[in-house]
């Protein structure tokens, strides 16, 4: 069974619905054509700064407006990741990022997710599917520790909680207050040293409870952290088209993940936001096999180590 770790659930809109919605709620004039549009809205060539990934953002935000937008999101997501071949997913989503621009409650968002998944669960029973709730730290400290209330309050509708975002101004060493209660119970997977150095993944593990790490590139400058992460098994869900598109690697060919994965570390591939970065689960596999070398042994390799490390029971 294919799995898959790391899918952000509010930046992976199908391009139609995003054109569609964007329409609908006047964000864009009638007149503006679906290919333009989607020129402006996904990002193909590696990005300038990150202001300009965050720019393209705001209107996979706008159009969540709705609880009934997020279930047809939802929905749609389930079926996307169905069409790839993906047995199991785990969706991740921001309730502060979804509810900024609406003003719609942190409840109704979760509900409004949690029902499209349902409905598109109905017609595939074999389908495995998990949310995690993200704390977005650059929306500041308090919102981070409302964040992790609002997971703690609602834990047996979420499988884990995350820390994303912008991480090089706001390392996980500042989150360690917000992190101290709930790291005792719940499964936390941290993005970093995705921009930032190995310092940040040892934070993120040792300060904030990680048991897995988002992308986690910088790992494999530091020997004793490799070390770590394989004598303990935290696995680091690595994103390649998305690492190749924000710079934090220069290419392809240069990508950590074959030589962490031949370290004995484990990792799993990827596609972080596919409605902004225009992948698909299988094309992240083929950038693998083509691009990076890997052969089909170690990418099942992958795959197992998404199943071992996944939150989700019973896969
Ligand atoms: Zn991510």
Redesign the pocket.
């Known amino acids: 069974m294919q799995v898959e770790l790391?899918r952000?659930l509010d930046l992976c809109t199908r391009p139609a619905t995003l054109y569609e919605l964007a329409q609908k709620s006047g964000l864009i004039a009638q007149s503006t054509g679906f290919d333009s549009f989607m020129q402006s809205v996904l990002i193909r060539e590696p990005m300038s700064d990150l202001n300009t990934v965050l720019a393209k953002f705001v209107i996979f935000q706008k159009i969540l407006d709705r609880p009934e937008v997020l279930e047809r999101i939802a929905f749609e997501a389930v079926l996307d990741c169905v069409a790839e071949g993906i047995g199991a997913v785990e969706f991740r989503f921001s309730p502060g990022f979804v509810c900024e621009y609406s003003g719609l409650s942190w409840s109704d968002a979760l509900d409004g997710f949690e029902a499209g998944m349902r409905r598109a669960l109905r017609s595939h029973s074999d389908f495995k599917a998990g949310l995690i709730c993200i704390a977005s730290r650059d929306l500041g400290q308090e919102s981070v520790e409302r964040t992790v209330e609002f997971f703690s309050q609602h834990r047996t509708r979420f499988i884990g909680l995350d820390l994303?975002a912008n991480e090089c101004d706001f390392p996980c060493l500042g989150f360690e207050g917000a992190f101290r209660e709930v790291r005792k119970w719940a499964k936390i997977t941290v993005?970093a040293g995705e921009a930032a150095g190995p310092e940040n993944i040892w934070a993120a593990i040792e300060t904030l409870g990680a048991r897995r790490i988002?992308h986690g590139i910088s790992a494999i400058k530091d020997p004793k952290l490799m070390d770590y992460l394989a004598k303990n098994s935290i696995c680091l869900e690595m994103c390649p088209t998305s690492n190749w598109l924000t710079r934090a690697v220069p290419s392809f060919k240069e990508h950590p993940l074959p030589r962490v994965l031949r370290a004995g570390v484990p990792v799993c591939i990827n596609t972080?936001d596919p409605g902004i970065f225009a992948t698909r689960l299988p094309e992240e596999v083929r950038i693998c096999r083509d691009q990076m070398g890997l052969s089909m042994a170690e990418i099942e390799f992958c795959n197992e180590h998404a199943r071992k490390s996944s939150f989700l029971s019973g896969i």
Request: net charge negative.
């Open positions: 790391h952000h994303a993005h988002g972080d």
